[in-house]
């Protein structure tokens, strides 16, 4: 008699449909804010980033489909190798002649249409580490100098992605982290001390060269350097201002005819607010709160903590990710340059978005691994098992030798 599936949860189901929507939100919304620029411009008939964003959006829901189906032993078995070569780029990025330079960051390697930007795939390299990392050594946290390993790999990251510049990209892995650090169980005065120095690093860094200052000035009143360095801020500011309520109509946009620079990309929330209005923006919004909802409760109900700060860890890129784009578009928070989840263009960071989401499909689906705990010294114990095969070997002996020591009969 063959054996009956049992039924995916409610959290997977609300997980595929809230992806599925905003994949269809995205090419609606890449197409409207593209179209006219393109046009304008002489680079055919609008459809080409559209056309992209539906050609990279159909690869990494492929690959989103095979890694939910898969176990995750292999993206365990992947987690060094792929941060091993999101490094290797990292580095290969800051080498004349293979990093490629656009609007004056080198953050892109490869030539012609097939480039790809390796700070995306280390956002999700990070976090598999981590989850590997915090569920083999369960004392990690014990004392903050444990997590010197954590430190140097993710702390070295930053650095590299920082350098390029992409401090967007840097603010969003700290935050991912953070709250991986949090759901492991890290005492909140340890997160207070390392968001106090963290912030005060980033200051410093913002201060260090004239065009960080600008921007962060900028960011204080945009309106007073709306002809600079505020003219994107201002501009995607008249966009959801014109907005209203229900939007001037999908497609009508102003600000998008070569208006708001990067329309399509890191303010396309802004267009969205244009043509669809507060309504629009809500939908988004409410969109990314099922994200939420469903991914921390299948980091909730996970089996093993492998799988638990796995599904953590991705729901929070997902989440700091989109609140830091909306944060900047809403002039909240300083320009980074971080594309809006799901809506906005962009080959690399789409399909790891999407791989990304087939690992939280999969922990959802009921995958799971059960990791060894590594100890932190020789001979300590984890799990109330002693990890030390000579000392293991010594007691057993020890045992045998008396009456006490004689085992009992399986029952």
Not at 40 to 59: C, P
Not at 236 to 244: N, T, Y
Request: proline share 5%; charged share 15%.
């Amino acid at each position: 008699m063959a054996r009956r599936r049992h039924p995916h949860p409610i959290e997977h189901s609300i997980l595929i449909t809230a992806t599925l929507c905003l994949l269809a939100a995205g090419a609606v919304m890449v197409f409207s804010a593209s179209s006219a620029r393109s046009v304008l411009s002489g680079q055919g008939d609008g459809t080409s980033f559209m056309v992209k964003y539906v050609v990279y959006g159909t690869i990494g829901f492929v690959v989103m489909n095979l890694i939910a189906r898969r176990g995750l032993d292999l993206v365990l078995k992947a987690t060094l190798p792929l941060l091993a070569f999101a490094f290797a780029c990292l580095i290969l990025v800051k080498v004349p002649g293979f990093g490629v330079s656009v609007n004056g960051a080198r953050r892109w390697l490869g030539a012609g249409p097939l480039v790809f930007q390796p700070s995306e795939v280390m956002k999700l390299a990070l976090v598999l580490y981590a989850a590997k990392l915090l569920a083999e050594r369960p004392k990690i946290l014990k004392h903050p100098r444990n997590l010197m390993p954590l430190g140097l790999v993710a702390g070295g990251a930053v650095l590299l992605i920082a350098s390029q510049p992409d401090l967007g990209t840097a603010l969003v892995i700290s935050f991912t982290m953070a709250a991986m650090l949090v759901a492991a169980g890290m005492p909140i005065r340890w997160l207070a001390t390392a968001t106090g120095a963290g912030g005060l690093l980033v200051m410093m860094y913002a201060m260090s060269a004239a065009y960080r200052r600008d921007r962060l000035m900028t960011f204080l009143d945009p309106w007073a350097h709306a002809g600079d360095e505020g003219f994107q801020a201002v501009q995607g500011q008249i966009a959801l201002g014109s907005g209203g309520l229900f939007g001037r109509g999908l497609g009508n946009s102003q600000q998008k005819n070569l208006f708001l620079p990067e329309a399509h990309t890191d303010f396309i929330l802004a267009i969205v607010g244009e043509e669809l209005g507060v309504v629009g923006i809500c939908g988004i919004l409410f969109l990314y709160g099922l994200v939420a909802y469903a991914g921390l409760r299948v980091a909730k109900n996970a089996r093993g903590t492998y799988a638990k700060l796995l599904a953590a860890g991705v729901t929070s890129l997902f989440l700091s990710q989109a609140m830091l784009n909306v944060f900047t578009v809403l002039g909240l928070a300083p320009l980074t340059g971080v594309p809006l989840p799901f809506i906005s263009y962009g080959s690399t960071n789409l399909i790891v978005l999407l791989v990304g989401m087939g690992v939280l499909l999969n922990v959802a689906g009921g995958g799971h691994v059960t990791l060894r705990a590594v100890p932190s010294v020789p001979g300590s114990r984890s799990n109330g098992r002693t990890q030390d095969p000579d000392r293991r070997r010594r007691d057993s002996r020890a045992r045998s030798a008396g009456s006490g020591g004689r085992r009992r009969a399986a029952g």
